[in-house]
Antibody, heavy 123, light 112 residues
Framework: QLQLQESGSGLVKPSQTLSLTCAVS??????????WSWIRQPPGKGLEWIGY???????YYNPSLKSRVTISVDRSKNQFSLKLSSVTAADTAVYYC???????????????WGQGTLVTVSS | DIVMTQTPLSSPVTLGQPASISCRSS???????????LSWLQQRPGQPPRLLIY???NRFSGVPDRFSGSGAGTDFTLKISRVEAEDVGVYYC?????????FGQGTKLEIK
């Protein structure tokens, strides 16, 4: 069974960079042609898509966050990462990582999600 | 960007009774490849979202058959034939047809 687990700094100061990692277990991040994504959810609010990293290594970001976001993959560690720079209180949220179908029946479906990690931006 | 609008935002339902949630997109969700990438997600209290339905009407692995999806173009519906206590939570529709992917604002399903 595929599992995803987020980890990283839970408290970040304003103007600094948020850094999170999503460790994938039960399957290889390099196989199956999947894409990998980050999504966030401010406390008590809805879901916001942050970005993808495709199997090819190409990245696509939400235009509203594009200037501040970097998603990368470390295939040797079977994990992918999120960096969000110049954070403010508005970036306080639970951050989720997810797998996205890369082809076939589950193409574009966000089929497996991590448990999420709360990141608070505060001085 | 495509805006996803769900109704109702809150749905009190009696156990064993049906429930229905609507989702409307601001543009057609039919992709150039002919598919419609509309999914439904369930988020139980304190849990991450979970995929229920993909491409309008396909149930994901392990999803009970009391959940069903339908619709086309810009109008979609999630139905629960007989609500059980474990169905309490927030339901989101999501489109991945057009960049960037976007979510509805969520519908809270609660038991009367």
């Amino acid at each position: 069974q595929l599992q995803l687990q987020e980890s990283g700094s839970g408290l970040v100061k304003p103007s600094q960079t948020l850094s999170l990692t999503c460790a994938v277990s039960g399957g290889s991040i390099s196989s199956g042609g999947y894409s990998w994504s980050w999504i966030r959810q401010p406390p008590g609010k809805g879901l916001e898509w942050i970005g993808y990293i495709y199997h090819s290594g190409s990245t696509y970001y939400n235009p509203s966050l594009k200037s501040r976001v970097t998603i990368s993959v470390d295939r040797s560690k079977n994990q992918f990462s999120l960096k969000l720079s110049s954070v403010t209180a508005a970036d306080t949220a639970v951050y989720y990582c997810a797998r996205v179908g890369g082809f076939g029946e589950l193409f574009k479906a966000f089929d497996y999600w991590g448990q999420g990690t709360l990141v608070t931006v505060s001085s | 960007d495509i805006v996803m609008t769900q109704t109702p935002l809150s749905s009190p339902v009696t156990l064993g009774q049906p429930a229905s949630i609507s989702c409307r997109s601001s543009q057609s969700l039919v992709h150039s490849d002919g598919n419609t990438y509309l999914s439904w997600l369930q988020q139980r209290p304190g849990q991450p979202p979970r995929l229920l339905i993909y491409k309008i009407s396909n149930r994901f692995s392990g999803v009970p058959d009391r959940f069903s999806g339908s619709g086309a173009g810009t109008d979609f519906t999630l139905k629960i034939s007989r609500v059980e206590a474990e169905d309490v939570g927030v339901y989101y529709c999501m489109q991945a047809t057009q960049f960037p992917p976007s979510f509805g604002q969520g519908t809270k399903l609660e038991i009367k």
